[in-house]
């Protein structure tokens, strides 16, 4: 009797353990998908303040920026996605009638105004129409949580069909590449592994993430010193039941291995946000054309800061090559 109560008392202590440390675990998935997907910046951005910004910090576009204003060149429109959320974008039309078109799509907790530097390029040195949306929970776009580009390339799909539907030629389509920064980039790489209208010609991604389990992985273990296992594991199974995606499932380096159209990808070689080294599966993955540009010592998203007339000729180059094909 007595060795019977004895196994009881290991058996009670050995659950009790167990759900303590599923309540533990939980508790971590849940932090960690909020520290992720809903960081505090990405709402409520003060577009105003947010130009004056990118002006100080990109002096060089501020001359174009302030002309657009004083002619009313930016237009700002909503669209209801899929999932019934209002999504958002500027439209700045070119200098002078044309098709070729630009969709830009910005960064992790970023909105459209902080990808005027690359509207820039296209706008006034190129002479093209832009559009810059602002992703699923970022900027003036409805939602709770983000998406780190994967659900987001549906968001985008229907913006390349809008910019398709206003900006065509004779021809009945528009000229369109596809360009991206850090999780716009991923989100540019998750579009490219799916079937895009003959409108879009090329990709251009900057400073993109393999994969946002890769990702994470890098962060957990650089933020917080923590292995994959087991909250990774957790969290990524919570956001497949909360979102309906998980970290595993967004992987740019799955969709470009589907992609045939030309890719340009861009990396700093200082970077330590989405590390350099994640840029090399990527290249190797996607199957040509294909281009590869690592700028010297520059951290995140800040090679076209360093290294402006290079980077400007890489897109001249490589979107001039392929943008009237």
């Given at each position: 009797m007595?060795k019977?109560?004895?196994?009881k008392?290991?058996?009670?202590?050995?659950v009790?353990v167990?759900?303590v440390l599923l309540?533990?675990l939980?508790?971590?998935s849940?932090y960690?998908?909020?520290?992720a997907l809903?960081p505090t910046?990405n709402?409520?951005?003060?577009?105003?303040?947010?130009?004056?910004?990118m002006?100080?910090?990109?002096p060089?576009?501020a001359g174009?920026?302030?002309?657009?204003q004083?002619?009313?060149a930016v237009?700002?429109?909503?669209?209801?996605?899929?999932d019934?959320?209002?999504?958002?974008?500027l439209?700045?039309?070119?200098?002078?009638k044309t098709?070729?078109?630009?969709?830009?799509?910005?960064g992790y907790t970023?909105c459209?105004?902080?990808m005027?530097q690359?509207?820039?390029?296209y706008?006034?040195v190129?002479g093209?129409?832009?559009v810059?949306?602002d992703?699923?929970?970022n900027?003036?776009?409805?939602?709770?949580?983000m998406?780190?580009?994967w659900?987001d390339?549906k968001d985008?799909?229907q913006?390349?069909d809008i910019?398709?539907s206003l900006?065509?030629d004779?021809?009945c389509?528009?000229?369109?590449?596809?360009h991206g920064?850090?999780?716009?980039?991923?989100?540019?790489?998750n579009v490219?592994?799916?079937?895009?209208p003959?409108?879009v010609?090329?990709?251009v991604?900057?400073c993109g993430?393999s994969?946002?389990w890769?990702?994470f992985?890098?962060?957990?273990?650089?933020?917080?010193?923590?292995?994959?296992?087991p909250l990774?594991?957790?969290?990524?199974?919570?956001c497949?039941?909360?979102?309906?995606w998980?970290?595993?499932?967004a992987?740019?380096?799955k969709q470009?291995?589907?992609c045939r159209?030309?890719?340009?990808?861009?990396?700093?070689?200082g970077d330590?946000?989405v590390?350099t080294r994640?840029?090399?599966?990527l290249?190797?993955?996607?199957?040509a054309p294909?281009y590869?540009?690592?700028?010297?010592?520059?951290?995140?998203a800040?090679s076209?800061?360093?290294?402006?007339?290079?980077y400007?000729?890489?897109?001249?180059?490589?979107?001039g090559k392929?943008?009237s094909s």
């Amino acid at each position: 009797m007595a060795k019977g109560n004895k196994r009881k008392k290991v058996l009670v202590t050995l659950v009790a353990v167990i759900a303590v440390l599923l309540i533990v675990l939980f508790a971590a998935s849940e932090y960690m998908l909020s520290f992720a997907l809903k960081p505090t910046k990405n709402k409520g951005r003060n577009y105003p303040k947010e130009l004056a910004v990118m002006k100080g910090r990109y002096p060089w576009i501020a001359g174009w920026a302030d002309s657009l204003q004083r002619v009313k060149a930016v237009r700002d429109t909503f669209v209801v996605a899929s999932d019934g959320d209002r999504h958002h974008a500027l439209l700045i039309g070119a200098p002078r009638k044309t098709s070729e078109t630009a969709v830009i799509v910005p960064g992790y907790t970023d909105c459209a105004i902080d990808m005027l530097q690359i509207g820039y390029i296209y706008n006034k040195v190129m002479g093209m129409n832009i559009v810059i949306p602002d992703l699923h929970a970022n900027g003036k776009s409805d939602g709770d949580a983000m998406q780190m580009g994967w659900k987001d390339r549906k968001d985008v799909l229907q913006w390349i069909d809008i910019a398709d539907s206003l900006y065509r030629d004779s021809t009945c389509h528009a000229r369109i590449v596809v360009h991206g920064q850090s999780m716009g980039a991923a989100t540019v790489m998750n579009v490219s592994g799916e079937k895009t209208p003959p409108s879009v010609k090329c990709f251009v991604e900057d400073c993109g993430y393999s994969s946002a389990w890769d990702e994470f992985s890098y962060e957990l273990k650089g933020l917080f010193g923590l292995p994959d296992v087991p909250l990774l594991y957790s969290a990524s199974a919570l956001c497949k039941l909360r979102y309906g995606w998980s970290f595993g499932e967004a992987s740019p380096l799955k969709q470009v291995a589907k992609c045939r159209k030309p890719m340009l990808f861009i990396h700093g070689g200082g970077d330590t946000f989405v590390p350099t080294r994640m840029v090399f599966p990527l290249y190797k993955a996607k199957p040509a054309p294909k281009y590869l540009v690592v700028f010297p010592r520059s951290a995140h998203a800040r090679s076209y800061c360093d290294h402006r007339k290079a980077y400007e000729q890489r897109i001249l180059s490589f979107v001039g090559k392929y943008i009237s094909s």
